[in-house]
């Protein structure tokens, strides 16, 4: 079973004047379309999960990825020569609390 995009339980210009029917519109239908259509396409032909709930689909991925991080340092954003290869990297590189 796919996952479908939901309707909006509220009209679109229901957030109006803190939010625009048109930006609802393109969050709600296509950003947040896009996200069901990806994950839709990720799980296809997938042993396991298909018709698995959001919850084990998010943890299958989780799962996952933990075992791509054990074997590839650099895949999860650090570098094994750093010296803090267990403190997550900030956008410049450097190690997060490092304070340089």
Wanted: charged share 20%; aromatic share 4%.
């Amino acid at each position: 079973m796919a996952f479908r995009l939901p309707n909006l339980p509220f009209a679109g210009d229901a957030l109006a004047p803190h939010m625009s029917a048109e930006t609802l519109e393109f969050h709600h239908g296509k950003h947040h379309a896009a996200y069901v259509k990806k994950t839709n396409e990720m799980i296809e032909g997938k042993q396991g999960l298909s018709g698995a709930s959001l919850t084990d689909v998010v943890r299958s991925a989780g799962s996952r990825a933990r075992q791509n991080c054990s074997t590839t340092a650099r895949s999860c954003g650090t570098t094994a020569s750093s010296g803090s290869a267990s403190r997550p990297r900030t956008a410049r590189g450097r190690a997060a609390g490092s304070g340089r």
